[in-house]
């Protein structure tokens, strides 16, 4: 159970929202918050529905078909991704939504590496005030 809860909460948690973030910050120059909106609640909503199956499933037949089940459906996910998604609406010929015909791409001229950019983000304080308490958080007490 450690092992699923904190490898699994900590690679969905450290990915959702950052991915959202990347997906509306490429794809869109207007209405940004509303498609992180969207995408938060996407995710929230799949934790509702899928979260309760797989429990009923491990409850059922065991903890191996629930990591089974999980790992289909990411292999699944993967192919779909691979195949039909692209990264910038660049790489589809189009521009993002809201961009204005005489913007230029948002890519930067440097970009960091991702490694680069966390390792500089580390050093910060204010990384720490924003990531401490999501990842420290206590579980809700029932009475």
């Known amino acids: 159970m450690l092992l699923w809860g904190v490898l699994v909460g900590t690679g969905t948690g450290g990915t959702s ?4 973030a990347v997906v509306a910050t490429r794809w869109f120059d207007a209405r940004r918050g509303l498609v992180l909106g969207a995408l938060s609640a996407a995710n929230a909503t799949g934790q509702l529905v899928f979260l309760p199956m797989l429990a009923g499933l491990v409850e059922r037949h065991g903890w191996r078909a629930a990591a089974f089940t999980v790992s289909g459906a990411a292999v699944i996910v993967f192919v779909v991704v691979l195949v039909f998604m692209r990264d910038r609406p660049e790489d589809v010929g189009v521009r993002a939504y809201g961009q204005q015909a005489d913007a230029g791409s948002h890519r930067p001229a440097a970009a960091l590496s991702p490694l680069d950019a966390l390792g500089r983000a580390m050093r910060s304080r204010a ?14 007490q029932t009475a």
């Open 17 to 20: 929202m950052v991915l959202a």
């Open 127 to 140: 990384f720490w005030i924003l990531a401490g308490p999501s990842s420290c958080a206590a579980p809700a």
